[in-house]
């Protein structure tokens, strides 16, 4: 058994098919399937159940998650603190959303750093898809993220509520218009934006992004629904202006770590987080 095999069959387990782990992983269908095969001869176990909806785990399957999480953990986990300084007794790898790293999580690193300066931290950007496999993978310790999905072996843990306000680039505003930029904050935004506005035709401009959001309008003129935090500084500013009447809307806020997950620095870096939550609501 090596980590190659093991980081294989986490990818399928996370995207629930051969061939989106394929891709993932940029290889050929004919690899993946070598490679687990082989895994299941050496466990002498069948791991999937293959179907036209995708792949899906067996008993034995669900059994070995746990072992391949802590092989691949184990491996990566070796080749960060082989070659890192001995000053440092551990690695916590951490990845959230864009818009939580623009004052939230800069605020927790700083203090960990100050709370576990001998803790050295990887950091990093990302959607909600990616760092869902990666927590699943093992490869990733926490994530920080607007929507979760609850797997086997993961604690989803709310953390705040992001307050969502439309801003525009002119004080004169009262509702989208023609130079409205959408934003892709997930389908809880979707259905109440849709409740909010049901005349409202297809956005011409969309991002996926509230930072690209604020790009656009910032460059172009327009509107966006915003995190109240993201927003709060172009607002004093006078950068951007509140659109007055317009609908409000909560947008919950979540960690997803390792349910048994034996770090100390682990429980730290959650409890700091839930403190830091606590200054955001």
């Known amino acids: 058994m090596d980590t190659e095999q093991a980081r294989t069959f986490l990818a ?17 269908q004919s690899t993946v399937s070598a490679r687990i095969q082989r895994l299941e001869e050496t466990l002498n176990a069948r791991l999937f159940v293959r179907n036209r909806s995708g792949a899906s785990l067996t008993p034995a399957g669900r059994r070995f998650l746990e072992y391949a999480k802590r092989l691949v953990f184990t491996a990566e986990q070796a080749i960060h603190d082989v070659g890192s300084s001995s000053r440092y007794r551990a690695t916590l790898r951490v990845g959230g959303r864009i818009a939580l790293w623009e004052g939230f999580l800069p605020q927790w690193v700083g203090w960990m750093r100050r709370t576990n300066p001998d803790v050295a931290m990887c950091t990093e950007i990302g959607f909600e898809d ?13 994530g920080l993220m607007y929507t979760p999905s609850h797997q086997p072996g993961l604690i989803v843990e709310h953390l705040f509520d992001e307050r969502l306000i ?3 680039s ?22 109440q934006h849709r409740q909010s506005f049901p005349q409202m035709e297809t956005p011409a401009l969309v991002a996926n992004i509230g930072w690209l959001a604020i790009q656009l309008v910032l460059a172009n003129g327009g509107c966006c629904f915003l995190p109240v935090r993201l927003a709060q500084p172009l607002l004093t500013t006078g950068q951007l202006f509140p659109v007055v009447g ?33 200054q955001q609501r």
Do not use: C, N
Not at 12 to 23: K, L, N, P, R, T
Not at 247 to 271: F, G, N, R, T
């Open 170 to 191: 002119r004080p004169d505003v009262h509702e989208p218009g023609s130079g409205y930029v959408h934003v892709d904050w997930g389908a809880s935004f979707h259905a």
């Open 246 to 278: 317009a609908p409000e809307y909560d947008h919950p806020a979540y960690m997803v770590y390792p349910q048994k997950a034996e770090s100390m620095v682990l429980e730290q870096a959650v409890q700091g987080l839930r403190e830091v939550a606590k």
């Open 130 to 142: 990616d760092l869902m496999r990666r927590l699943i993978e093992g490869t990733l310790d926490m």
């Open 12 to 28: 399928i387990a996370a995207h629930g098919s051969f061939i989106a782990a394929a891709s993932q992983l940029h290889l050929t």
């Open 166 to 168: 439309l801003v525009s």
